[in-house]
């Protein structure tokens, strides 16, 4: 059987997953605990990888080294960047890039030094199956998970699965004039978080199969925090354990 690696920067996105969770053994690494076990009959680690870039690397190393897992996935929450990304979509990132790294003039902007690259490629057959997945729990499961008062406060209406761009830089990005910038720079990305790229970055380099998914908590503009704080507590345990429910009986 495959083991899954699954890892969040946040509790509450995983706290609805590590409650479903059987037969969960425990181990501390380097800060962090690792849960393994089994959820939804397939063998998994769940592990709260902590905030930005460098959190989730170290923690993608340890999950591919300590626990050999055959796949990576990483679940949370994201700033709607492209026009058409609205709270409460669902974004699966086919390509992951850092739009805080920058060596240039020794390296062009966003490439990776020594990498060759500035854009690292999801798990095709991986996403595929988590964008299948996504549709299916918006479809399904979102109605009875999200109630109708939640809908109203968040101004959700019928949430829609992107595929494309993941921006990730160690920034909350929370002014109007800070997402333009990166719509600017990177005009198709959909959306920026602070992990995604730097997963990516580690699995390239150890051959290892990933795949991201994002829920949008806000719009990184100048009600980010306040927007991503409530979405927090009230929306993305749901999201996260919906889609991975519906991913992990694919597997
Ligand atoms: N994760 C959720 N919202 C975000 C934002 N606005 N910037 C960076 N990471 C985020």
Known sequence: ML??????????????????????????????????????GQDCVVVLARIGKVAAAATAVTLIREFSVDRLVFTGLAGGVASHVNVGDVVIGT??????????PLFPRHEIPLLSRSRILADSGLSAKLERAAQRYLQQDWAQDISPAT??????????????????????VNRVASVRALREALPDALCVE???????QVCHEYGARFAIVRTVS???????????????????????????RQVLDTL
């Open 151 to 172: 809908r109203e406060a968040f101004r959700l209406s019928v949430p829609r699965v992107h595929v494309g761009l993941i921006i990730s830089g160690d920034q909350f």
């Open 95 to 104: 390509a992951l890039l850092q739009h805080d790294l920058d060596a240039s």
């Open 218 to 244: 806000d719009r990184a503009d100048d009600s980010a925090s306040h927007d991503f704080s409530g979405f927090l507590a009230a929306v993305a345990s749901h999201y996260s354990a919906g889609i991975l």
């Open 3 to 40: 083991r899954i690696g699954i890892m969040a920067a946040l509790y509450e996105e995983i706290a609805d997953l590590l409650d479903t969770m059987e037969n969960v053994v425990t181990r501390r690494i380097g800060m962090r605990d690792y849960h393994a076990g089994t959820l939804h």
């Open 194 to 200: 602070m992990e995604g790229a730097a997963v990516a």
